[in-house]
T-cell receptor, first 113, second 115 residues
Framework: KAGVTQTPRYLIKTRGQQVTLSCSPISGHRSVSWYQQTPGQGLQFLFEYFSETQRNKGNFPGRFSGRQFSNSRSEMNVSTLELGDSALYLC????????????FGSGTRLTVV | AQSVAQPEDQVNVAEGNPLTVKCTYSVSGNPYLFWYVQYPNRGLQFLLKYITGDNLVKGSYGFEAEFNKSQTSFHLKKPSALVSDSALYFCAVRRSTDSWGKLQFGAGTQVVVTP
């Protein structure tokens, strides 16, 4: 059974650009969550999607957005990149939002220069 | 709001000795509690969870954790540490009554196991 797949693994972008990250959940999992991990702030919740609808959102500016497709795959987008957006972005999937198990992908390492 | 505290930034232990990583939490209502491990440049790997039932939870790779409601703690333990257990460990909590599954993570504890 394939795990959570995140692409790309590494990205280097310039300030002011935008970026799109992709997450394919485990087959059958319908809930996808996104987290940002930085040395200073640790793991912070970005948002959660279920049935193509955003169900929960963390305290991030509107430059951070996401969506979920009918096959449960999810993308997150960051516009007008800032140096502080450099982080490991992790996606997690679960069977259902109230599910008691979350499987994480290996993450996308974004570096903003 | 929920919160998680991992009071130790780093835990050092010799191989073969018992390993304990501490976690305390604050949440209104009943908690769902999780432990994850992260190796360098990798995502989080699930170790174990407490949802309900037996307070002693057994997980992957010989790890276990004990839920203590009165002390609001969920410490991770392993009877005999291996060098390969050296990694970053995260405790996480969410409320059991939440409709949507936002996890609140602790800051993480770096475990260093020396041969």
């Amino acid at each position: 059974k394939a795990g959570v797949t995140q692409t790309p693994r590494y990205l280097i972008k310039t300030r002011g650009q935008q970026v799109t990250l992709s997450c394919s959940p485990i087959s059958g999992h319908r809930s996808v969550s996104w987290y940002q991990q930085t040395p200073g702030q640790g793991l912070q919740f970005l948002f959660e999607y279920f049935s193509e609808t955003q169900r929960n959102k963390g305290n991030f500016p509107g430059r951070f957005s996401g969506r979920q497709f009918s096959n449960s795959r999810s993308e997150m987008n960051v516009s007008t990149l800032e140096l502080g957006d450099s982080a490991l972005y992790l996606c997690a999937s679960s069977l259902a939002p109230q599910g008691d198990g979350y499987t994480f992908g290996s993450g996308t390492r974004l570096t903003v220069v | 709001a929920q919160s998680v505290a991992q009071p130790e930034d780093q835990v050092n232990v010799a191989e073969g000795n018992p390993l304990t990583v501490k976690c305390t939490y604050s949440v209104s209502g009943n908690p769902y509690l999780f432990w994850y491990v992260q190796y360098p440049n990798r995502g989080l790997q699930f170790l174990l969870k407490y949802i309900t039932g037996d307070n002693l939870v057994k997980g992957s790779y010989g790890f276990e954790a004990e839920f203590n409601k009165s002390q609001t703690s969920f410490h991770l333990k392993k009877p005999s540490a291996l060098v390969s257990d050296s990694a970053l460990y995260f405790c996480a909590v969410r409320r059991s009554t939440d409709s949507w599954g936002k996890l609140q993570f602790g800051a993480g504890t770096q475990v260093v196991v020396t041969p």
